[in-house]
């Protein structure tokens, strides 16, 4: 796979059709870069998953960061940290970006009495849940999820069957088109052990759910523009003065 990531990222990509569906089968942790790529998730397309903005990313084991069950993707991070991620899907051929259509993605095990919590910073058609267990608190935009205090349910095994308590600690993410979205993942807790963090596109809840629209940002008033440009121009006329 080329990765020309950033500026060099510039060929048109392949939009991927929705009857897709992904493959996290082949995951491969960079311990080093903290990069984690599942490759050829969709037809020519891979899955690069790296920090945002300089942060780091703490593993308790490096080897828990790729492929689970056989076919789901996982994410390990140290308890008492957090990981600002960025998922970015990558035409396989040319490096630059691939926008994929009509993508669930649903998270898993979001529990550990209340320690275990994920937040959507970039806008989702719609975020569903199960009406119990988690909580759920949202800003312009963000989501954030977390797992009840008092729910600590079976780790997950096969994401094709979940029994109801773990249902009530799942939550899909649907994006009508997307390239890339950012998500942050805080493990808490001491340090010392970590958290998994499961996730699959072939999933249905079979109990009653909530849907809820990503939060929009909130517009900057015209008076605030107003003052930001006049700001602007006397900082201009000091400089000149």
């Given at each position: 796979m080329k990765m020309l990531l950033g500026a060099a990222a510039v060929a048109a990509a392949p939009t991927i059709a929705s009857a897709v569906s992904l493959d996290f089968s082949a995951g491969s942790f960079d311990a080093v870069n903290d990069v984690l790529i599942f490759s050829d998730v969709a037809t020519g397309?891979?899955?690069v998953i790296s920090t945002i903005g300089g942060s780091s990313w703490a593993s308790n084991n490096d080897a828990r960061n790729g492929t689970a069950n056989g076919d789901d993707g996982r994410i390990n991070v140290a308890t008492g940290t957090m990981a600002d991620l960025r998922f970015s899907f990558v035409d396989s051929t040319t490096g630059?970006?691939?926008?994929?259509?009509?993508?669930?993605l649903a998270f898993f095990d979001l529990d550990f009495a209340g320690q275990e919590t994920l937040t959507l910073r970039s806008a989702a058609a719609t975020i569903t849940r199960v009406d119990t267990a988690l909580s759920v608190t949202t800003e312009p935009g963000a989501v954030t999820l977390t797992g009840a205090a008092d729910v600590n349910v079976?780790?997950?095994?096969?994401?094709?069957?979940?029994s109801t308590e773990q249902e009530q600690a799942a939550v899909i993410f649907s994006f009508d088109s997307v390239s890339s979205f950012d998500l942050t993942f805080d493990a808490g807790g001491e340090l010392g052990s970590g958290r998994n963090f499961i996730f699959d596109d072939d999933f249905a809840f079979t109990s009653t759910t909530t849907t809820i629209d990503f939060p929009a940002p909130v517009p900057l008033p015209a008076a605030g523009l107003l003052l930001i440009g006049g700001l602007g121009a006397l900082a201009v006329a000091r400089r000149r003065s």
């Open positions: 397309t891979d899955l630059g970006a691939a926008t994929l259509t009509d993508i669930d079976a780790n997950v095994t096969d994401s094709s069957s979940l």
